[in-house]
């Protein structure tokens, strides 16, 4: 067997260019059920205009189990974890080729990443999980992760990819970490409800007393909601990098938070 040499061309990290955008099910599908081609559009474009300045992105990206539930049929996800692991298995294969069909209009390389939280539990594994996401972003490509659900049975039915996305942006010492979601931000109350709901632009987490937010509960497709946003916050943020909620649902709205333009809530550490 002949091997053959392939000659990489790896790019050299900017520390701080490196950020990671994690997508939540409101946004990659539609309440039909089917995927939201419109949402994942228009995320890889801003996905192509950010690395063109030279950012390195990681997406983490929900929507396998809400994908799956079109594919079974279902109108409400299903609690059982065999269901589930089905769901996310089959469902998983039409998210990462939604993306990986638009990333192909910009030359862009999708390469899908399935991890478990347990995996940052264990040493030699979370550092394989570092080396490989560094490596592909070395090689240009854009790491597209989601849970590793089909070989998980306790985190199907608590895990989340807001954490799971903390837990990512900690181990690749992101600078940035952006939770694009369908509400504006975070809001001192649930804005769905109440038509008095303030949208809090600024948290410093050191100071700030939760007493005064309610929580809405997670959305009918994902497992997350503000309560696991803010875990995830605190989970990764230290006094030299930047949480943002924003909505995924405003063009270059990414690219406007890196910009510094008054948008969503931006969490710290001060
Ligand atoms: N990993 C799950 C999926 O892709 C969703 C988890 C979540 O909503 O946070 O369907």
Not at 13 to 20: A, D, E, H, Q, T
Not at 52 to 61: A, C, D, N, Q, R
Not at 106 to 119: G, P
Request: aromatic share 8%.
């Amino acid at each position: 067997l002949k091997v053959l040499e392939v000659d990489w061309q790896m790019k050299k990290i900017n520390p701080k260019k490196l950020i990671v955008i994690k997508a939540g099910s409101s946004l990659t599908t539609l309440s039909s059920g089917l995927p939201n081609l419109k949402f994942i559009k228009s995320i890889s474009e801003q996905i192509f205009r950010l690395y063109k300045k030279g950012f390195h992105i990681v997406l983490v990206s929900s929507g396998a189990i809400a994908q799956g539930m079109k594919i079974w049929n279902l109108t409400s996800k299903p609690k059982s974890v065999d269901y589930l692991q089905a769901l996310s298995a089959s469902g998983q294969i039409g998210l990462i080729n939604n993306y990986q069909k638009e990333f192909k209009r910009f030359n862009l390389i999708a390469a899908q990443v399935l991890l478990s939280h347990s995996d940052f539990g264990v040493k030699n594994r979370s550092e394989n999980a570092k080396n490989s996401i560094s490596n592909l972003i070395k090689l240009g490509a854009i790491p597209i992760v989601n849970e590793n659900d089909s070989i998980s049975t306790e985190e199907i039915l608590n895990g989340d990819n807001d954490r799971l996305s903390g837990k990512v942006a900690t181990l690749l010492n992101s600078k940035k970490l952006f939770i694009l979601t369908d509400q504006n931000g975070l809001y001192d109350k649930n804005p769905d409800q109440n038509s008095d709901a303030r949208l809090i632009t600024k948290i410093n987490l050191n100071n700030f007393d939760f007493k005064k937010v309610s929580f809405g509960k997670s959305g009918i497709l994902g497992r997350g909601g503000m309560t696991t946003k803010i875990k995830a916050a605190k989970d990764f943020l230290n006094k030299t990098n930047e949480f943002w909620i924003l909505n995924g649902n405003q063009e270059g709205i990414v690219e406007k938070a890196i910009l510094k333009k008054p948008f969503g809530t931006k969490i710290y550490l001060a």
